[in-house]
């Protein structure tokens, strides 16, 4: 799980990214301290700032775009945002 903690902006990037969303995300433990550093992610969940997401890495990260790009530049894709976490529930 991550929490969106900003937007990124750029204005040169892969051709598979133009129109894609591309947010910051902070790792979260499961008590919501942070575990490393962020890391850029797609958004497919329209996610904003303070929301916690649940979000994917590695070749995961680029099979939410299978069905509209043959490959997508991505290593990191937000794929859902998370109403309540419960541990040990």
Same mark, same amino acid.
Request: proline share 7%.
């Given at each position: 799980?991550?929490?969106?903690?900003?937007?990124?902006?750029a204005?040169?990037?892969?051709a598979?990214?133009?129109?894609?969303?591309?947010l910051?995300?902070q790792?979260?433990? $499961?008590?919501?301290?942070?575990?490393?550093p962020? /890391? *850029? $992610?797609?958004? *497919?969940?329209d996610a904003?700032?303070?929301? !916690?997401?649940?979000?994917v *890495?590695?070749?995961?990260?680029a099979?939410p775009?299978?069905? *509209?790009?043959?490959? /997508?530049? /991505?290593d990191a !894709?937000?794929v859902?945002?998370?109403?309540?976490p419960?541990?040990?529930a």
């Amino acid at each position: 799980m991550g929490r969106v903690i900003g937007n990124v902006w750029a204005t040169q990037k892969d051709a598979s990214l133009h129109g894609r969303r591309m947010l910051l995300v902070q790792p979260i433990r $499961a008590d919501g301290g942070d575990a490393g550093p962020p /890391t *850029t $992610a797609l958004d *497919t969940c329209d996610a904003g700032p303070g929301d !916690t997401v649940l979000y994917v *890495t590695s070749s995961e990260a680029a099979l939410p775009f299978h069905a *509209t790009h043959d490959l /997508t530049a /991505t290593d990191a !894709t937000i794929v859902g945002v998370v109403d309540e976490p419960r541990v040990g529930a």
